[in-house]
């Protein structure tokens, strides 16, 4: 086990880069409409003259880079966000470049199919993670709104696509997996319908290639609809 996890280490710190693909969580940033935004009130500070410093944090589950538990919208459903299990929580991602997409416009399910024929077929169990190019409008307040707004996003068919080929995870770099102006959420209906996690608010995806592997690890919510989520991508 000593020289498996002595390998292991050797690897990642020789052979593979490892990017960082989640937002700071701070005072201001971007947050959907409806939910609470990120607080942090100083409790101590060595600064102050206390012996240690330490924060309270106040925050929705769905706060910064986050993954979406099937109970976030789908009715009934008791999938929580600490049930998830560890195998699903990494593995191969496929890094789709949509960015040429405009304000509220849906991916077309053919852009899937062309992608793939260019780089290789989406398999089951993958990370399959889109990148819009709304990371670069992530800003703080009074900066934020840009990136609140107007986002593109999956419609029903490419969900229903990525549903049947049994993927794992599917994620955007905008504020949700819907468009911007969705009335109703087909992509959060089909994909956590069939218990398909859901990863928002990604960072730095255009620093990845077409394909890699993706880590992606939630806090540990019990009951939680979702939670703020550190995810790593390992790059050859």
């Given at each position: 086990m000593n020289n498996a996890i002595e390998t292991m280490a050797e690897l990642i710190g020789n052979q593979l880069k490892l990017v960082?693909?989640?937002?700071?969580l701070e005072v201001g940033m971007p947050s959907c409409l409806t939910h609470a935004r990120f607080g942090r009130i100083q409790?101590?500070?060595?600064?102050?003259?206390?012996?240690?410093t330490h924060a309270a944090l106040?925050?929705?589950e769905h706060t910064g880079t986050h993954m979406d538990a099937p109970n976030h919208h789908i009715p009934g459903s008791d999938y929580t966000i600490e049930k998830v299990p560890s195998?699903?929580?990494?593995?191969?991602?496929?890094?789709?470049?949509?960015?040429?997409?405009?304000?509220?416009?849906?991916?077309?399910?053919?852009?899937?199919?062309?992608?793939?024929?260019?780089?290789?077929?989406?398999?089951?169990?993958?990370f399959v993670l889109?990148?819009?190019?709304?990371?670069?409008?992530?800003?703080?307040?009074?900066?934020?709104?840009?990136?609140?707004?107007?986002w593109p996003g999956l419609g029903r068919e490419a969900s229903e696509y990525l549903k049947d080929k049994g993927v794992s995870v599917v994620g955007t770099d905008a504020l949700a997996l819907d468009?911007?102006?969705?009335?109703?959420?087909?992509?959060h209906d089909i994909l956590l319908g069939a218990d398909i996690f859901i990863l928002e608010a990604l960072d730095k995806?255009?620093?990845l290639p077409p394909f890699c592997?993706?880590?992606?690890l939630p806090l540990k919510v019990k009951d939680g609809s979702g939670a703020p989520t550190r995810v790593i991508a390992l790059v050859e």
């Open positions: 960082d693909l989640s937002h700071n409790h101590e500070a060595i600064e102050y003259g206390d012996a240690f106040i925050m929705s195998e699903r929580l990494f593995g191969r991602g496929a890094i789709i470049d949509a960015s040429h997409l405009g304000k509220n416009e849906c991916l077309p399910v053919e852009f899937i199919q062309a992608w793939e024929k260019e780089h290789g077929e989406i398999r089951a169990k993958d889109f990148r819009f190019g709304w990371d670069k409008k992530w800003d703080v307040q009074p900066n934020c709104k840009p990136y609140e707004h107007d468009t911007g102006d969705a009335v109703v959420c087909p992509a995806l255009d620093t592997y993706i880590v992606a």
